[in-house]
């Protein structure tokens, strides 16, 4: 498809109603590689907790596409750097990246990157991705740049400058050889949509977020969308173009990050959920390569929730009959204090001596990455205090002005115990006696 094309579509989406959707968007919408997540659950095993939470990653990537559109407009909009077109090509590509940021997920859960391919196996540009095994986002890469998707991408795009590599730099954690396409108006424009793809006030994190609470059914993923964007803006740092915001939203803000770190606590590492998540780590790795995932992209796309479900279903290990059965290890008690997670190896070898097999599950809900790596600092979310008590408008990176950042990383933190169902009087017993 052309991006001559005039056509738009609107997509109606429960969450943010109608969604405007042009011709080459369309396009790329109706890939393989994108229809794949039409078959991958947002929130893995979470339905069986949460019976609404069956959407998938299909919807929370359009929902994404729209909230870029909209961060996009807002933020191009308190800047005169860019001309008309030049707005339109960037406003384009980080809509594609927000689209397509989630397009090379693994099936069912984060569990299943265990047995993503090697990245040795996966080659851009004729080189090899590196050393290791290789995570979502090299298989998202690979998609965007590399396959059937990418010559959509540059098809359908191409009468407004905007190719399939260029995409997939806003994606990727630096700009790497399309540097130079990222530069217009005196301005590197790329740090701006990276953050606004995958920063501390992404467009990933706006759409899954309230996704997730309402088809969980919750309210903890709430916080004000409409105030944090319409106070979003372009903020020049040295010749570079970052995501800023102004003072008064700071409350946003902090909600948006609590949002986050509850969602967590009670959906994202709901005991069931982290059971599951926990049961298909161990499948996998007693199957090893025998459930591994295609390097080759065309084979890759036809991966999704029912063919790793099949294999469930196929195998006889333990751990999969658990699964596909529904009979999970059950929670038997939670560490929360200090003082009883000290005692871990005591009550492991007390379960042990009573012939009870124990699993054992670390949770700690996150807050921000940006708080947790220093690499993520590099390009920090600035605040703007457009009305200062004293002298001109002052700029500071966001963690100097709020503490949210260090409060929580010194928070909750706790271990979960599960046993059989079988066995779970017996070590209840052993418990009594500690």
Known sequence: MSSRTPTYIELRDPLWGPIPVNGGELAVIDTAAFQRLRGIKQLGFAEFVFPGAVHHRYLHSIGAMHCAGLLADRVFATTERLTASERARLRQLVRLAALLHDIGHPPMSHAAEALLPDKALLFLDGEPMGEGRASHEDMTLKLVTDSALAQTIDAAFVDVGVEAGQVAAIIADSPGKHADAFVSGGLDWWPLLHAMVSGEMDVDRMDYLRRDSYFAGVEYGSYDAGWLVSNAMVLEDDGVARLGIDLRALASFEHFLLARYHMFQMVYFHPKSDIYDSMLKNWLKNVGDEARFPADPAAYVRCNDAWLRQRLQESNDPWARRIDERRPYTLLTELR?????????????????????????????????YAQSPSKRGNPLLVVDTKPPFGRT?????????????????????????????DRRTAREVISRL
Request: zero cysteines; charged letters at 35%.
């Open 337 to 369: 204090r200090e003082a009883d997670r000290e005692r871990h190896e005591e009550l492991s070898a007390a379960l042990e001596a009573a012939g009870v097999h124990s699993l054992w599950i670390t949770a700690k809900p996150v807050l921000s990455r």
């Open 394 to 422: 002052r700029v500071f990176r966001i963690e100097e002005v709020t503490d949210l950042f260090g409060r929580y990383d010194r928070t909750l933190q706790l271990e979960r115990v599960y046993v059989a169902p079988e």
